[in-house]
């Protein structure tokens, strides 16, 4: 627990404090104390808003790259995002995600093929066959209903492609929403092996990652370090998630979903 600020510039100190050791804890879960999260997050309770807000030391970026650490080769690499962009009136909770994605990870050949329309076939069809070509691994981030859109088109084209060995698509769902079926990833991209399911609520920063456990079961979201869930009022039950990664922002790190989530032994399922 931090102590009581006795002046100004202590009371605007302490959040850069919390902030440092929130990161830690982001960066390097395993070294944490007993109890550290607990600690961090009553502090953060109690933080003025007005100075939370302040703060810039890189939370949702560390958030970002830790929750995918295992999931993306080290470096940039091609990124094809079927989202809009983060100045529409349609960007979502998971949009920031996908920017940092194209600002921090992609590599020249990145493209967004969305556009006022929704996703732009012909775009993402010749992003697919560059990679196919060039056989280096890539990234395809999307919403749930665009993959499903761009690669059902490509379906009924009889178009199939082969993404390089070490890419990965990143399946943004969300909740109440079907995602895109494995095998018609697998059937159109040769790549339900490195699926990967993510869901980030509303209001928060954290991406919940699940790896694909097969077309008819719904994945397993895993809680990281830094946040915490609980299902409030029965099985499946409206989902609470307690996210430190939000501090930065000036935001609460309670937030009440409105998504109904079901609990596991190793995290919660979307209802």
């Known amino acids: 627990m931090l102590a009581e600020p006795s002046s100004r510039q202590e009371r605007e100190t302490i959040p850069h404090m919390l902030a440092d050791r929130i990161l830690r804890l982001i ?18 309770r109690s933080a ?13 970026g560390a958030a970002f790259e830790k929750s995918l650490a295992d ?9 094809l995002a079927l ?27 990145s493209l967004r093929a969305f556009g006022r329309r929704g996703v ?15 056989r280096k691994p890539a990234l395809v981030v999307a919403h749930s209903s665009a993959l499903a859109d761009l690669l059902q088109t490509l379906a009924r084209r009889h178009l199939k492609f082969r993404l390089p060995h070490g890419s990965t698509v990143l399946d943004l769902v969300t909740s109440g929403e079907p995602w895109c079926p494995a095998d018609l990833v697998q059937d159109s991209l040769a790549a339900a092996e490195r ?32 946040t915490r869930v609980r299902i409030a009022e029965g099985q499946p039950g409206h989902l609470m998630i307690f996210d430190l990664a939000v501090f ?11 998504d109904a989530a079901t609990a596991t032994t190793a995290g919660f399922q979307l209802a």
């Open 71 to 79: 999931l993306l080769p080290p470096g940039r690499l091609p990124v």
């Open 195 to 226: 699926l990967v399911r993510v869901y980030t609520p509303a209001g928060g920063v954290t991406p919940f990652v699940a790896r694909e456990r097969g077309a008819s079961e719904p994945p397993v979201f895993q809680p990281p370090a830094w």
């Open 120 to 134: 732009e076939i012909a775009a993402g069809r010749s992003w697919l066959a560059a990679r196919q070509r060039d």
């Open 27 to 44: 960066e390097n879960p395993a070294s944490a104390d007993p109890g550290e999260f607990e600690r961090l997050m009553e502090a953060a």
């Open 248 to 258: 930065e922002d000036g935001g609460s790190v309670e937030i009440a979903t409105r």
């Open 48 to 60: 003025d808003t007005a100075d939370t807000e302040k703060v810039s030391v890189g939370l949702g």
């Open 83 to 109: 989202t809009p962009g983060p100045e529409t009136l349609s960007s979502t909770s998971q949009s920031p995600l996908v920017e940092h994605l194209l600002k921090n990870r992609g590599a020249s050949e």
